[in-house]
Structures are given as C-alpha cells and as structure tokens.
C-alpha cells in the first residue's frame, strides 16, 4: 500500500529527446506527488511537484502528466540537455506527511 | 546558513561503535525529517519531528536507533552498536510547513560501518 513503483530503472537519451519516467502507486490517500531531481554526492532536490485534481503541470522544460484513474503519473524532459543527467526519484505523500520514494531513474543525456 | 546543513559528511567507524549524525535545518522550518539512501535507491523514511517532538518515528529500523531535536532546531541521529548493515548515506530534510512535500534536502551523512 505504501510503495511507488517507478520506472525504468536507467535511461540514455541523446540532447534534445524526450525521456519519460514512470511511476505508479496503490494507495488511494496519497494527495501530493513529487519529483525530485538528484546528482552525485548531492541530497535530492525538489523539481517539480502535483496534486491529483489536475491532469498535468509544466514548470519550464518539464512536466508532470497525471493519471488519477490509473493510479499513475509520469515525467516527461523536453529538449534534454546534458546538465539534466541526474538521478530522479517520484515520490508521494499521504496523510502521514512522509515522503514514499521510488527506486529512482538514472538518466543520461548523450551530448 | 541558506540550506540544510548536516556534519558529517563522511563517518568511517568500526562495527559495535556509537555514532550521531548532526542536522541544522532550514531557519524556520518547522518540520524536520530523517531519511535512509542506500546505494542505488531511492530514500526510506527514518523520523519526523513536528517542533521538538518526533510525530512519526514508524521508519526506525530497530530500538539501536534514536533521534531527537530537543530545541525544535537542530536535531541528532544517534546509532548505537553500529552494524555493517547500517552503512548507508543518511539525508536530514525540513520543510516550512508538514502538509507539504516541500522538503529541502542536506546533502548527507555518508556512514560506513567496517
């Protein structure tokens, strides 16, 4: 009930695509979902961040795509750059204020 | 300072030893939480504290561990009979407010456990 599965676990893209990380979760009264974006050495560091009464979030060359249905909600990267190259971990949050992590997804933007 | 500042960066201690990892948060923020990252994974929850006092410590692993912030502040991750198991980086976070996920992350402890 508490996990966030995310997916997938490493991800090479050249400049410019458009990487998409996954996740999903299961329980139901998780009400805050982030992203956050980690480098080596580094503590995570908030990205971008939704709340399940909206379908989608841009803030800049990243959005948050939002399926409440499906229990469900993704990351999408435009115009990756090399800089992005990072770790980067969903997360949850429910009533007991708690972030659940996922595994996380190690990205590389090829120059 | 501007950000969560957590001392040590790197602990090297032996097996049975006792360690604490310090963390300053946030000026402010209210709310204030430990974190496990084992390598290659993302963080487990350890301990919140809402003020000075721990509002959920369910991510204990075990009664070894024992964290406190007794002047709603500044808050210590206490180890005792260190394992090998325990090495990991533990991540201090606080956040203005607890009814959000806006935590602002230090940048670590590393422990290695020999």
């Known amino acids: 009930q508490q996990q966030v599965k995310q997916s997938p676990q490493s991800l090479i893209v050249q400049k410019g695509g458009i990487p998409i990380i996954n996740c999903a979760y299961e329980?139901?009264?998780?009400?805050?979902f982030p992203w956050y974006q980690q480098f080596p050495g580094k503590g995570p560091a908030l990205l971008i961040a939704?709340?399940?009464?909206?379908s989608e979030k841009k803030e800049g060359r990243f959005t948050i795509s939002f399926n409440k249905s499906a229990k469900q909600f993704s990351l999408h990267i435009m115009d990756s750059q090399p800089g992005d190259s990072a770790t980067y971990f969903c997360a949850a949050q429910g009533s007991a204020r708690q972030l659940t992590f996922g595994s996380g997804t190690q990205l590389t933007v090829l120059p | 300072g501007a950000g969560v500042s957590q001392t040590p960066s790197n602990k090297v201690t032996e097996k049975g030893k006792y360690v604490e990892l310090r963390c300053d948060p946030i000026?402010?923020?209210?709310?204030l939480y430990w974190y496990r990252q084992s390598l290659g994974q993302g963080p487990e929850f350890l301990i919140y504290f809402q003020g000075t006092g721990a509002a959920d410590d369910s991510g204990l692993p075990n009664d070894r561990f024992f964290a406190v912030r007794p002047e709603g502040s500044v808050s210590t991750l206490k180890i005792q009979r260190t394992e090998r198991g325990d090495s990991a980086m533990y991540l201090c976070?606080?956040?203005?407010?607890?009814?959000?996920?806006?935590?602002?992350f230090g940048e670590g402890s590393r422990l290695t456990v020999l």
């Open positions: 976070a606080s956040s203005l407010f607890s009814n959000t996920g806006e935590l602002f």
């Open positions: 329980n139901t009264a998780f009400d805050y």
């Open positions: 000026s402010g923020h209210t709310a």
């Open positions: 939704i709340r399940p009464d909206v």
